[in-house]
């Protein structure tokens, strides 16, 4: 399961109901509680943003523990990820940018007295067939502000395989890859993928 703060405009931050400002505090408050519930362990809670008592969660989940990711970017994320996630999986980022974030997140784990496997850091990318639109720059823009789309939105798949492999350089290895923009044939992309980047599996 992977929680992230998701993005600070409309549709989305309506369909959420919770004020941009207010969701880190959220997530601070609401992901101990949820590892304690998905352990099965009765709980009682009163705090700003939930109140109750003697909860209990069953069937609890069959993975024990049941692992949860964060993504996000700025450095109260990467905070929040060190201090109660179990691995991280941020987007439109460049592999340095992640190196750099992978750092801070230790930094906060080992301040909490916790540890975070070197497996558990990925990245979710979106990569294009042919350049970006102009509309599909703006989305991007409104998506993720002051990143570079032609750093983080590899074009092609040849160019999507040497985005992955300077992930891999710098220590990442879980990948999200979806094309950025809608595909007519979803066998064919699985295909693509497979032939271009299958291989980088292990």
Same mark, same amino acid.
């Given at each position: 399961v992977t929680f992230v703060p998701g993005l600070a405009h409309s549709p989305e931050v309506d369909a959420v109901g919770? @004020? #941009?400002?207010?969701?880190? !505090? *959220?997530? $601070?408050? *609401?992901?101990? &509680?949820? /590892? /304690? &519930?998905?352990?099965? %362990?009765?709980? =009682?809670?009163?705090? $700003?943003?939930?109140?109750?008592?003697? *909860?209990?969660? =069953?069937?609890? @989940? #069959?993975?024990? @523990? &049941?692992?949860?990711?964060?993504?996000?970017?700025?450095? =109260?994320? !990467?905070? /929040?990820?060190?201090?109660?996630?179990?691995?991280? !999986? @941020? =987007?439109?980022? #460049?592999? $340095?940018?992640?190196? %750099?974030?992978? +750092? *801070?997140?230790? +930094?906060?784990? $080992?301040?909490?007295?916790? #540890?975070i496997s070197a497996e558990h850091f990925g990245v979710s990318i979106a990569y294009a067939h042919a350049p970006l639109s102009p509309s599909a720059l703006q989305a991007f823009s409104a998506s993720r502000r002051g990143a570079d789309p032609e750093r983080v939105v590899p074009v092609g798949i040849d160019a999507l395989r040497d985005h992955l492999e300077r992930f891999i350089d710098v220590g990442f290895s879980k990948f999200v890859v979806r094309p950025f923009q809608p595909t007519s044939s979803l066998r064919g992309e699985l295909e693509a993928l497979a032939d271009g980047v299958g291989d980088l599996q292990n």
């Open positions: 919770v @004020p #941009t400002a207010e969701k880190g !505090l *959220v997530m $601070d408050e *609401v992901l101990p &509680l949820l /590892r /304690r &519930l998905w352990s099965g %362990e009765q709980v =009682s809670h009163h705090g $700003d943003v939930a109140t109750f008592d003697d *909860v209990v969660v =069953s069937p609890k @989940p #069959t993975q024990q @523990p &049941l692992e949860f990711w964060t993504g996000g970017m700025v450095r =109260s994320a !990467l905070r /929040r990820c060190g201090r109660f996630a179990d691995g991280w !999986l @941020p =987007s439109a980022c #460049t592999p $340095d940018e992640a190196a %750099e974030g992978r +750092e *801070v997140i230790h +930094e906060a784990a $080992d301040e909490a007295g916790r #540890t």
